[in-house]
């Protein structure tokens, strides 16, 4: 019997490979190869000597994976680590085909010595993306790098072709290993170890510095009267920053896949996990110009000043004296105005030719409400970050693998987890909670930490529609922007503040929501949303990939067999 059931689950798979070719027959699109090969490298030295970097093809950071709407992207990774690894695209909606996301809820992790390959399209998308390790702390080391989506042919982009594009990957890093990173945030005695970084870095180089010869910092040369757009990531783990250019103005025109109503800016926060794009024209005198990211919520300190130069191909002019000011760290006020003021371009087309506007919030049913509290949590002692009181505890059998083969029996418990209230004490628990498929969800991100926060959902956009102060109430719906809020795969939170947002449940799959802050996510503030849809068209959900790893439970089998979908 268990023979008949295996040839049965990979006939599937072959169905699956088929159907995969057929829905792609006739759409403009091309596969994009690359072959990526994930190292320790002790000798790139970004601040400290012979401390250890997680490289790609020997680059810091690795490469630009450079795409246009529908192209399908294969990666073979390559993990010549010492431990596992897991690499997620942040942005990425992974269309009908969670089993690529690259999260330990989604994938059993590339075994050290071992390689995998990931098969995603990126399907109805443009704008400026990362990818990054999701697992073992990795991110703190590097492993990250850029992601392009372009506009195809017959889809006009909203502003004059550029001069040139520049990826500008800007994030905070830290002297220490890793390894002991990882090891003493989980020390009750030593967690607040990690929440001022050393240094921020642009593209793996360390700030400006003209007292040193040294031309290890990042520089980008431009030509007077010529116009180029930056498209800038916020790579790092803790800190949010603000971003300027010297004497320059910037024009925001997109943020993570929506072409933006465009605005013209001194200077520009970013927090962690989010990306813009900014056209910058060069209209100075043929000189050279700071670029800088400074902290916000934290006390000015040179040494936390990322710089960077912009350099007028003529120039035989370089920077000298202090970096030019940008808004005071701590003035909330102006960050919130800004977020209120970056909105959506409702009469642009963006990866389509039909104008986002198209979809719309203005009338939109709610099916779910979630309120989510953001805070610090201690479980036996050990310190923990909680959503709702509760720290995600990670199974050794991957979510997807379980809801897939056995109905997710002995990995997680459907909708345990508290949506819209707050347990009286901290605990563990596998966090997994239903979505209705194809209905509207609202989301309500209350930060109870005393430190800025992110939260990014994989497989979706955030419709941003409020920020407010204090507590949320249905009342605060009346403030929300349901006219032109912008969509992004990461929104802020402020200190003791709210963020909401309307997400539509149209993409089946198992979706990691999560907090962008490293030492957040890794110590448990996260939890998986299951978009559920019974239909087994394949033009619905993919099946598993005919390579797919198995681990924690599956680890012994040969090919464990679909369970029947679960009674609604």
């Not at 710089?307 to 370089?318: E, K, P, Q, R, V």
Request: overall charge negative; hydrophobic content about 40%; charged content about 15%.
């Amino acid at each position: 019997m268990f023979f008949f059931n295996m040839m049965a689950f990979l006939k599937g798979l072959f169905v699956f490979a088929i159907s995969f070719v057929v829905l792609l027959n006739g759409v403009n699109c091309i596969d994009i190869y690359h072959e990526w090969i994930v190292s320790i490298d002790t000798t790139i030295n970004p601040l400290t000597s012979h401390q250890s970097v997680i490289t790609i093809n020997e680059m810091f950071p690795g490469p630009l994976i450079n795409a246009t709407t529908n192209d399908v992207v294969i990666v073979n990774v390559f993990n010549n680590m010492d431990e596992s690894l897991l690499i997620t695209w942040n942005g990425i909606q992974q269309r009908l085909n969670s089993w690529q996301d690259g999260v330990s809820g989604t994938n059993c992790a590339i075994e050290a010595g071992k390689n995998w390959t990931y098969v995603f399209q990126v399907k109805d998308q443009i704008g400026t993306f990362t990818y990054f390790p999701s697992t073992n702390f990795h991110k703190v080391a590097g492993g990250y790098g850029p992601i392009r989506v372009n506009n195809r042919n017959v889809i006009a982009v909203p502003f004059p072709k550029p001069e040139a594009e520049f990826d500008l990957l800007i994030g905070d890093w830290f002297r220490t290993d890793y390894k002991s990173l990882r090891s003493s945030i989980q020390d009750k005695q030593s967690n607040q170890f990690f929440d001022i970084p050393d240094a921020i870095l642009m593209n793996g180089k360390r700030p400006y510095d003209e007292l040193s010869s040294s031309k290890r910092h990042k520089s980008f040369t431009v030509t007077k009267g010529m116009t180029y757009r930056f498209r800038i990531s916020n790579v790092g783990t803790v800190m949010s920053f603000n971003f300027r250019i010297q004497s320059h103005k910037m024009v925001l025109v997109e943020t993570e896949g929506s072409y933006t109503n465009q605005i013209t800016l001194d200077s520009l926060d970013v927090h962690v996990g989010q990306s813009y794009s900014v056209l910058v024209t060069a209209d100075q005198n043929e000189a050279d110009y700071y670029i800088v990211a400074t902290p916000k919520m934290l006390k000015s300190d040179e040494t936390l000043e990322g710089i960077g130069i912009l350099h007028y191909a003529n120039s035989l002019t370089t920077v000298s004296g202090p970096v030019p000011d940008g808004p005071e760290p701590f003035d909330i006020a102006f960050s919130v105005n800004q977020a209120k003021s970056i909105t959506w371009n409702m009469t642009t087309g963006a990866a389509r030719p039909n104008p986002q506007g198209t979809f719309n919030v203005s009338n939109v049913t709610l099916a779910q409400t979630f309120i989510l509290h953001g805070s610090k949590g201690e479980i036996n002692g050990w310190p923990r970050y909680v959503v709702n009181n509760v720290s995600y505890f990670t199974p050794d059998t991957p979510l997807k693998l379980a809801d897939m083969f056995v109905n997710g029996s002995g990995v997680y418990q459907l909708d345990q987890f508290p949506t819209r209230s707050v347990h009286d004490s901290a605990s563990y628990g596998v966090s997994v909670v239903s979505g209705i498929h194809k209905g509207w969800l609202e989301i309500v991100f209350k930060n109870d930490l005393d430190v800025m926060d992110s939260w990014h959902l994989d497989g979706f956009g955030f419709y941003v529609v409020g920020f407010g102060n204090g507590d949320w109430t249905p009342a605060a719906r009346e403030t929300y922007n349901i006219f032109d809020p912008v969509v992004r795969s990461t929104v802020q939170v402020y200190p003791g503040r709210w963020t909401a947002v309307y997400v539509f449940l149209d993409n089946p799959g198992m979706w990691n929501l999560r907090s962008q802050h490293l030492k957040n996510w890794y110590l448990g503030q996260q939890l998986f949303i299951r978009v559920f849809d019974d239909n087994p068209n394949p033009a619905k959900e993919r099946k598993p990939p005919q390579n797919l790893l198995l681990c924690g439970m599956f680890e012994s089998s040969i090919s464990p067999v679909p369970s029947p979908a679960p009674a609604p």
